[in-house]
Every structure is written in C-alpha cells, then in structure tokens.
C-alpha cells in the first residue's frame, strides 16, 4: 500500500524555485513528524526539513535555512517543500516520510533519525543547473 506520493520535481537553473508535493493516505494524517529527505548519488541521505502533521512546528538543516519552506495543507493531507534561490548542491532524489503517531508522541520530530520513519514515498528527482 503507498501512503506517500511525493511530485513536483525537475529541472531549473540555479537561483529558480521548485515546489514539491506530499500527498498522504496515512490515516490519521496528524500527529505525526513528516520530513522532507535527499539523496545525492554517493552520498547518504540527509534530512531538509521537517514538520508536525497537523500542527505548526517546523524544522530546517542549516544548508536550506532562509531559501526552503516546509508546510502543509491539513484538509488536502499534503505537505510542501518551497524551493527558492536553489543551487547545484541542491539537486538530489528528494523523499517525504512520516512517522507512526506513537514516535511522534515521544519527543521533537527534530530530533527523528530517516531510521525511524516508517513510511517513505519513492522520491522526485531535482536537477539544478549552473
């Protein structure tokens, strides 16, 4: 069963924006940390941002602070990431992934290793041009 189908993603010169789509089936969509990862050919896989379903917390790592926007439609279970100012480095497989309500409920979706998602969409490629 796919509960995350992530879109939106392509090819754009450095300093344009892209927007990525979350859509989620989860049932409930709330209360969960849903994050915004990226792989790099070679390299592993790191967190961008992350966001509490159904509530406003909003976490970013410190290569995409001022130039991304995590954020959600609770009504549509859709969460975006709005990519502006992007750079080369940014082009990655970027994947959506949710935790169970019950990891959401012990502590900071800040601090959620990927290891501990438990839903994972299939990614959209970013390609950004110098």
């Known amino acids: 069963q796919v509960h995350l189908v992530e879109s939106g993603g392509g090819s754009v010169q450095a300093g344009g924006s892209l927007r990525l789509s979350c859509a989620a089936s989860?049932?409930?969509?709330?209360?969960?940390?849903l994050g915004w990862f990226r792989q790099a050919p070679g390299k592993e896989r790191d967190g961008v941002a992350t966001i509490v379903t159904g509530g406003g917390v909003t976490y970013y790592a410190d290569s995409v602070k001022g130039r991304f926007t995590i954020s959600q439609d609770n009504a549509k279970k859709t969460a975006y990431l709005q990519m502006d100012s992007l750079k080369p480095e940014d082009t990655a497989m970027y994947y959506c992934?949710?935790?169970?309500?019950?990891?959401?409920?012990?502590?900071?979706?800040?601090?959620?290793?990927?290891?501990?998602?438990?839903?994972w969409g299939q990614g959209t490629q970013v390609n950004v041009s110098s």
């Open positions: 989860l049932l409930p969509y709330s209360s969960r940390c």
């Open positions: 992934a949710a935790t169970t309500t019950a990891r959401a409920a012990r502590g900071s979706c800040t601090v959620v290793p990927a290891s501990e998602y438990s839903y």
